[in-house]
């Protein structure tokens, strides 16, 4: 396989492997990326090389990687002896891939690690009553909280806490 053509279809396995993992296409599989992007190549070497980019696309996505980070750490996994790290063919992919898809998977964990509904602001005060309608004081505080509770692209919900020191 020519360096292009093998550049392209790691890039295509990345995307593949980003679709599954991070932006939940179910119709992704190991079996498909294998028979689409690499039907020359055995089952046990696909697995180890899917396994492999699958595991340096979750170090990025988990550290968040800025640019310099990035570089650092491509640099470290093409030094890596024994087979574990990667060409410099494939850490130039992987730094493109990054560059191009990393917003778009940091929104992504974010998304799947909230959780529904969520908080959306939260106001509060305590007022001091000074003297009632029949004319005794009474100097009692009362805390009042306004909770605002929704789920992404859905109208929000209030509620609405009093507080005081008889509850």
Same mark, same amino acid.
């Given at each position: 396989?020519?360096?292009?053509?093998?550049?392209?279809?790691?890039?295509?396995?990345?995307?593949?492997?980003?679709?599954?993992?991070?932006?939940?296409?179910?119709?992704?599989?190991?079996?498909?990326?294998?028979?689409?992007?690499?039907?020359?190549?055995?089952?046990?070497?696909?697995?180890?090389?899917?396994?492999?980019?699958?595991?340096? =696309?979750? #170090? !990025?996505?988990?550290?968040?990687?800025? *640019? $310099?980070?990035?570089?650092?750490?491509? /640099?470290?996994? %093409?030094?890596?002896?024994?087979?574990?790290?990667?060409?410099?063919?494939?850490?130039?992919?992987?730094?493109?891939?990054?560059?191009?898809?990393?917003?778009?998977?940091?929104?992504?964990?974010?998304?799947?690690?909230?959780?529904?509904?969520? =908080?959306? #602001? !939260?106001?509060?005060?305590?007022?001091? *009553? $000074?003297?009632?309608?029949?004319?005794? /004081?009474?100097? %009692?505080?009362?805390?009042?909280?306004?909770?605002?509770?929704?789920?992404?692209?859905?109208?929000?919900?209030?509620?609405?806490?009093?507080?005081?020191?008889?509850?």
């Amino acid at each position: 396989m020519a360096d292009a053509d093998s550049l392209k279809a790691l890039s295509a396995l990345l995307n593949g492997i980003a679709q599954k993992v991070y932006y939940g296409n179910s119709e992704i599989t190991e079996e498909l990326l294998k028979n689409e992007i690499y039907p020359e190549m055995s089952q046990e070497e696909f697995h180890a090389l899917h396994e492999k980019m699958r595991g340096v =696309l979750k #170090s !990025m996505a988990t550290a968040d990687m800025d *640019q $310099t980070q990035l570089e650092a750490f491509l /640099t470290a996994q %093409t030094r890596k002896q024994g087979g574990g790290g990667v060409t410099s063919e494939q850490a130039a992919a992987l730094g493109r891939f990054w560059k191009a898809h990393r917003a778009r998977v940091r929104e992504s964990l974010l998304a799947q690690s909230r959780w529904e509904p969520g =908080l959306r #602001s !939260m106001n509060w005060r305590v007022d001091l *009553q $000074t003297s009632s309608s029949r004319g005794s /004081t009474s100097n %009692t505080p009362v805390a009042l909280v306004e909770l605002e509770l929704g789920r992404n692209g859905q109208d929000s919900e209030f509620v609405c806490l009093e507080f005081d020191e008889q509850k």
